[in-house]
């Protein structure tokens, strides 16, 4: 496991690569601003740091400077992050001094194995830890309803995980291998509600920010139609005022911020079932 520093202003971008990076046994750190980056850099003294170049203010370059100035981070690999698309422009970035170079919009199929590459490896002679080897890479999934690939009891409770990001979907799916429930996806609101008409599902774990209706809308017509599901919330969105409106009124029963190792999921939902069972029962 290794401690990264993404420094981007985009609220969606560090949700993405905080994500992908905690999926894959990693602990991202974040900052939303040059100065702040490189105050948590100094803090947090972390094993790689991601910046984007375009930042208000003090940008990328600056950023590079300070922190390549300063004798106990100059040898931590920065990686410049940019949708700078002009020719010249990845040799400007290496000229510079950054370590390597992504380009946006980042592919989240490969965005962890490209920061990966630039980590000291583990020395032969010590062991590894345990989170150092990723999972296999996700799958995004083709059906709007997929069931994850454990071989569930036939009296298997159903888990409906929503999100209109199909990758994510798929990282979900992974972390949730092996565990004795069924795993159905939909990826939007309007599929999840289909999927709720003909499936039975004991917990929804539902994004908030989707296209056409949003996730506290979908888990308003499902607390209306299946009042006995467990509803939880899964976002990384700043604003919060709707998700904790909708818990305050009973529509959601929970809600968990983005990223979430795969451990702390499982444990989340095992606690949502035991709930729903009780629900079920009283």
Avoid: W
Wanted: hydrophobic share 45%.
């Amino acid at each position: 496991m290794a401690r990264i520093l993404i420094i981007e202003d985009n609220p969606a971008n560090i949700e993405l690569m905080s994500f992908l990076l905690s999926a894959y046994g990693h602990a991202p750190l974040s900052a939303a601003d040059g100065p702040r980056g490189v105050a948590a850099a100094r803090s947090e003294r972390p094993d790689l740091i991601a910046c984007d170049v375009n930042l208000p203010g003090m940008d990328g370059f600056a950023v590079l400077a300070e922190l390549k100035g300063d004798p106990a981070l100059a040898g931590v690999p920065i990686l410049a992050v940019t949708a700078l698309a002009m020719t010249g422009d990845r040799e400007k970035v290496l000229a510079a001094g950054f370590d390597g170079y992504i380009s946006k919009p980042i592919e989240p199929e490969s965005f962890v194995a490209e920061l990966e590459a630039f980590l000291t490896p583990t020395p032969a002679s010590a062991p590894a830890p345990a989170m150092a080897t990723p999972p296999a890479q996700p799958q995004p999934q083709s059906a709007a309803s997929t069931e994850a690939t454990a071989t569930p009891a036939t009296d298997a409770r159903t888990l409906l995980l929503v999100d209109d990001d199909r990758f994510m979907l798929g990282v979900l799916n992974d972390m949730l291998i092996g565990q004795p429930y069924r795993v159905l996806s939909a990826c939007s609101g309007e599929e999840a509600l289909q999927v709720l008409s003909h499936e039975p599902v004991e917990v929804i774990l539902c994004d908030q920010a989707m296209p056409g209706m949003r996730g506290t809308e979908v888990l308003a017509e499902a607390a209306a139609r299946y009042p006995k599901t467990v509803r939880l919330m899964l976002s990384g969105q700043p604003d919060l005022t709707d998700i904790e409106a909708a818990i305050k009124s009973g529509v959601a029963d929970g809600h968990y911020i983005k990223p979430l190792g795969a451990r702390a999921l499982r444990e989340q939902l095992d606690e949502a079932f035991r709930l729903q069972s009780a629900r079920r029962t009283g």
